[in-house]
């Protein structure tokens, strides 16, 4: 865990460091398709801007709120506290990060999104995989993280795609998004888990595990 939480660090700023000096290479080409795609079916950009409005990070972000509560209502406290603390972050760090990086995004003006201002990484990604990973990693319970797996992964496919689908993010920034949850999150999960056995470790009774005398 501690290797794939430093993967998706580095990835993240390595990312932010290609976004803010230049233009991805092919990139441009990728979401000029995607927006030709989306203006020749009128109908399956509809369901994209209905996809849009139902994921908007501030819903997304009070649907995790509802599984931390319903965790730490279940007895799993240190994991609903790494989950709130690492959505928490993630909240806040989206519209820092926006301002920072200052970057365009790919297709405004062609009127199919709702989306404005700086464009890495993507609020929609980063809500979505953050809120997706917490519960897979630190709210469900065991017997129903494959379950949520599967849906959290097909909710954040959906999001993903419509992100590029619409002009709204260039395919990086929906990566970065993705990193950086997984960053968050990660470091959240790793942290419960050390606290969890400290917390184990200072209940264990005295002279547990030592040999006894005959």
Do not use: N
Request: aromatic share 4%.
């Amino acid at each position: 865990m501690r290797v794939l939480v430093a993967l998706c660090a580095l990835g993240f700023l390595a990312l932010t460091a290609v976004v803010t000096t230049g233009a991805v290479p092919g990139e441009a080409a990728v979401s000029a398709a995607a927006v030709d795609a989306a203006r020749a079916s009128p109908a399956t950009t509809r369901v994209a801007q209905v996809v849009e409005a139902v994921t908007q990070p501030v819903w997304v972000y009070l649907l995790g709120v509802l599984g931390v509560l319903a965790a730490h209502g279940a007895g799993r406290r240190r994991q609903a506290r790494a989950a709130l603390v690492a959505g928490a972050v993630a909240a806040v760090a989206s519209p820092a990060l926006k301002a920072l990086t200052d970057r365009a995004r790919p297709a405004l003006e062609a009127g199919l999104t709702s989306s404005g201002g700086g464009s890495f990484p993507s609020g929609h990604a980063l809500a979505s995989a953050t809120v997706v990973l917490a519960a897979v990693l630190l709210l469900a319970p065991p017997a129903r993280r494959g379950v949520v797996a599967v849906l959290g992964a097909t909710e954040l496919v959906v999001v993903s795609i419509d992100r590029v689908w619409l002009g709204a993010h260039w395919p990086t920034d929906v990566l970065g998004a993705w990193l950086l949850a997984g960053a968050l999150v990660g470091a959240a999960a790793l942290w419960a888990g050390s606290s969890q056995q400290q917390a184990h470790g200072a209940r264990a009774p005295r002279g547990a595990g030592l040999p006894r005398r005959r």
